[in-house]
């Protein structure tokens, strides 16, 4: 089964909407340039959505970096699913390391928001990755293993049709350091293995990403793996240039 291949860019918490106005305009001027055969997404901060909804070409999907799971009330500073559907949004990221860490998303949150991103019709991307000291101790399988099935477990086979993985090591997003693209690959195969024991046919299916330190130079190496399906991209994803030619190279 072919799979879909995957580029999507993660702005964390940058660009204002003036900025991420310019970077789709130059995008646009720079359509041709884009490969077909793969999928582009670009998740901006939740204040550039709604701008990026009407100007970003549209070979460009748009994708936010979190939700909340309740579908509205007492929760001040969040956004709920119903609200990035209304704005076109197809793809979420859900479950960052930096969200993980930084915010206390726990597997079992992870899943919550996973279901409440799938019922209003959008695609989560699912992020997993060990720390360095798990790397060290060899718990790295265990890890993205536990994080991938506690996320997915008791999803029906048409909802884990819709969703993606984002293996990213947390030691390697931000840092200039990878692993290799053949380490990656194994771990990207315990992370297919894990959803085959939920679903054969949604594992063959499902795009999983390679995603830390991810540069135009670098990337071919990765998407190369028979395993890796594409990448999610911060630093590298914020200036135009470097995003086409990381689609470029997808493409080849
Ligand atoms: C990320 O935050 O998802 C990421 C992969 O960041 P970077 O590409 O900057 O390492």
Redesign the pocket.
């Known amino acids: 089964m072919s799979r879909q291949r995957l580029l999507v860019a993660?702005w964390?918490m940058n660009k204002t909407v003036a900025q991420a106005r310019s970077f789709a305009e130059e995008l646009g001027r720079q359509t041709s340039a884009l490969p077909t055969g793969v999928e582009l997404a670009v998740c901006p901060p939740f204040t550039a959505l709604q701008t990026l909804r009407v100007i970003l070409p549209s070979r460009v999907k748009l994708g936010a970096q979190n939700v909340h799971d309740e579908p509205n009330g007492a929760f001040t500073g969040e956004i709920s699913a119903e609200m990035l559907a209304e704005l076109g949004t197809e793809y979420v990221?859900v479950g960052?390391?930096?969200r993980r860490q930084g915010f206390g998303e726990a597997d079992d949150w992870v899943a919550r928001k996973v279901r409440a991103v799938l019922a209003h019709g959008m695609k989560p991307i699912v992020?997993v990755g060990e720390d360095l000291e798990q790397r060290n101790n060899q718990a790295t399988l265990s890890v993205v293993q536990s994080q991938t099935s506690a996320a997915l477990a008791g999803l029906e086979e048409t909802q884990l049709a819709n969703c993606a993985v984002?293996y990213?090591p947390i030691w390697?997003?931000?840092?200039g350091q990878t692993p290799s693209p053949q380490d990656a690959q194994t771990v990207i195969t315990a992370i297919r293995e894990t959803v085959a024991t939920l679903s054969g046919k949604a594992a063959q299916g499902m795009p999983i990403l390679y995603?830390?330190?991810?540069k135009p130079d670098n990337i071919a190496g990765f998407v190369a793996q028979p395993d890796i399906d594409g990448?999610?991209?911060?630093?590298?994803?914020l200036k135009v240039d470097s995003f086409v030619a990381l689609a470029k190279a997808m493409g080849e």
């Not at 390697?172 to 840092?175: E, L, R, Y």
């Open positions: 993660n964390k990221i960052h390391s930096e992020c984002a990213e390697a997003i931000g840092s995603g830390g330190s991810v990448a999610l991209v911060g630093g590298a994803s």
